[in-house]
């Protein structure tokens, strides 16, 4: 009997070895194909000039794909080429991943001890080669011919430490006039002001535009040079999808000082007054804040759907984890993108008077760092006018129109399909302030491989 139960034993200890070593092995393969191929994935869109969070959503659907779900996690570190940890794109030279997953005992539970899971773990590194990324894009300007750039009066368009570049091919693709203070300007390391190829500059009075003058022409040796057309750092990004309409019934949340209303599903609201409103994220036809209202945005995204985000007069915006979305009427979680595919004007942002608006963006997700973003298709201006100077993150609105005037400005990066200063507009963007997120004017030819 005791030779028994020791052969029964024994048996017991082969079979479990080789039923829970097989699917520890049949797991670990899978685990492994999962860093690969989310380290690849991430790596590809970092190449072809997406952002990390766009990185991190390739890299999950490649992960979910390749069956790596439960216990099983794969994270990624984007590192520099000191293998120090960034979150610029530009910098990222390898992306290392880190897999972590257990697989349950079954027969080997029967003769050990130490628990009832095997623990997994495996890693991988893409690694990215070929062309050098050149300087973030602060002002991207994705219009593909016409003027795009237009600076007159005494308005000062510059950026410090990235590049302004147009996709326009245009003559002029840049237009600037009026005196020494009407200017176009790149400052730092391999900063620059460029165009595509066949475009033009146009200077004017005593204008200029990197080192081009009235006198003086350009060439791709001057600040103004020929570059790649800009790359468009949220052209996959998903539109959002909100689920509730805002109404009469629902909004504003809270409102003191009696001159807060909304009107109609979605609802046109307005705080006016002196009065103090705060609203909840949803479906909008409409919000404006005038007078001397203040109107507080809790956290979520706003969907404004053909009518105006609207801030006039001595009014005020505060809000946290905000994002803002501009489309066409017909909005709905099964038409995230109801703006007519050849344009159409939808809902817009219009700032005046000395009305001010300071709103801190989502710090993670795919909308991290985002303040607005237009629907592509949507093509109603930015308006910002009077003396306003609001904060907002990242402005994306790909075939609208920004135009700033009178003494207004912004230190937020925009990507846009064409900017307008007059007046004395400053708009002064330095890459310390607007962050670290967007593409690289062109990448070159990068390309990505598994180096382990």
Known sequence: MPVFAMMFVASAGIAGVVVDGGHAIAEARRDQNAGDGASLAAAYTIAAGGTIAQANTAAGKIETLDGC???????????????????????VASIAASVTDSTPKT???????????IGLS??????????TPSMPCLVCLLGKSGTTVSVCGSSTLAVKNGAIITASNGSPAYSASGGTTSTVTA????????????GSVSVTGSAHIGSCTSSTSCTPSTPAAVEAAPIDPYATLAYPSVSTVMSSANAPTTCSGGSCSCTGSPGSCSCAGSSSCTFSPGVYTSLSAG?????TLQSGTYVFTGGNFDVSGAATVTGSNVMMYFTCSGYTTSSLSPCA?????????TMSGSGALTLSTPSSGVYSGLGIFYDRHNTNDISFTGNTEPSFGTMYAADAELDISGSSGTEASVVVNSVVLT??????IDQSVAGTGLAPTSGGTKTAALSQ
């Open 69 to 91: 779900t439960g216990t099983c996690s794969v994270s990624l570190s984007y590192l520099d080429s000191g293998g120090v940890v960034t979150a610029t794109p530009a910098s």
């Open 187 to 198: 400052e730092g390391t391999g900063a620059s002001v460029g165009y595509v190829s066949g």
């Open 423 to 428: 007046g004395s507009t400053s708009l002064t």
């Open 341 to 349: 595919s050849d344009g159409a004007s939808g809902g817009g942002w």
């Open 122 to 131: 495996s890693s991988a590194t893409a690694t990215l080669t070929g062309g």
């Open 107 to 117: 027969l080997t539970k029967l003769i050990s001890g130490g628990g009832t899971t």
């Open 291 to 295: 007078a001397s209202g203040h109107v």
